[in-house]
């Protein structure tokens, strides 16, 4: 009996000892797909909220593929993000190089430009989804409209008045605007700023009728009572401003969206490595010990597959495409 119960001992250990090897083989496999060295390209600055996120997934990802591996954080900025999307462009296709990118990059560069350079079905592959966030129209404090449909009448009956402020000529802010302008059935004309600072101080100061940008700049100024948000693009009520209806609520459900952040490879990178990657980037956006630092830079996590993706990159160009065409807005 007792020789017996040895042998069935001895069997499950060396079981267990071959689910454990097979186990580590497959891992090992797994992240051997991605080379020990990567990076991640960030259009703009360090600091921004883009590239606080590409940090802190960089720790994530680096921690989830084991001590060999480091993740650095490779900041290109310029054009609006188009010089890192250039880098994207000529990194090889080895798994090493990936690129955050706003929606500008995979969406609005193919209808704004009119050489953008690349072209995200044919040069990048999709990784995954990241996060969203939202963006507010706001009013100076002393602006007569209390609400979304006060401003729509005032809009129309102050139409020389009827303008609203974005950060930059070309940014999601200021398409929000035309889109805001074709729901209502208005005309508000654009005033673009170099930035959002010098906007929110003529926004204050009352020389600027509106603006739009995103919530987590607007709300602090909302709070202390020097601006007020009328209502936010998003599908849903954002955290920070509950007491803030969307515009879809107000009636004009086409004024409706959300800027948001994904993770692109280049073409060619293998299947494998794409696999791994997401699957580690999907990891760290649901880690609860990284919730209160998604909700700091009031990001909304959606972690999504590289196929649904790229069904969201579709599905916005169709979206957006007929508003700014429409406008007749163009960049060389």
Not at 262 to 273: N, Q
Not at 275 to 289: E, F, G, I, Q, S
Not at 316 to 323: C, H, N
């Amino acid at each position: 009996m007792h020789s017996r119960r040895s042998f069935l001992q001895q069997s499950l250990l060396a079981a267990s000892s071959a689910g454990f090897s097979l186990n580590s083989l497959a891992k090992a496999a797994e992240f051997s797909a991605v080379p020990q060295a990567s990076r991640i390209l960030v259009g703009f600055g360090a600091g921004g909220g883009i590239d606080l996120l590409a940090r802190v997934l960089a720790e994530s990802i680096a921690a989830q593929l084991g001590k060999s591996h480091y993740v650095v954080v490779d900041n290109k900025p310029g054009a609006n993000g188009q010089i890192a999307a250039q880098t994207l462009l000529n990194a090889p296709s080895d798994g090493s190089t990936y690129l955050i990118a706003p929606l500008i990059t995979p969406v609005l560069s193919q209808i704004v430009y009119k050489k953008p350079g690349y072209d995200p079905a044919r040069d990048f592959s999709p990784v995954g989804l990241l996060a969203h966030f939202q963006f507010g129209l706001a009013v100076p404090a002393r602006h007569p409209a209390r609400n979304i449909q006060e401003y729509v009448a005032w809009l129309k009956a102050n139409p020389e008045k009827a303008n609203f402020g974005s950060p930059a000529v070309g940014s999601l802010p200021h398409f929000f605007g035309l889109l805001l302008g074709e729901a209502a059935g208005v005309n508000i004309v654009h005033v673009p700023y170099k930035g959002g600072p010098a906007m929110m101080t003529d926004l204050i100061s009352g020389q600027l009728a509106s603006a739009i940008q995103t919530t987590s700049e607007l709300a602090p100024l909302h709070k202390e009572g020097k601006v007020r948000i009328l209502g936010t693009f998003g599908s849903q009520r954002g955290r920070e401003l509950p007491d803030v209806p969307t515009f879809a609520e107000a009636g004009y459900p086409k004024a409706t969206g959300s800027g948001w952040y994904s993770l692109w490879a280049r073409k060619g990178t293998s299947p494998e490595a794409i696999a791994t990657v997401n699957r580690a980037v999907n990891h760290a956006l649901l880690d609860p010990k990284l919730q209160p630092k998604w909700a700091e830079l009031s990001l909304q996590p959606d972690p999504r597959t590289p196929q649904a993706l790229e069904q969201l990159r579709v599905a916005e160009v169709a979206k957006w495409r007929p508003v700014i065409t429409n406008s007749g807005f163009a960049i060389e």
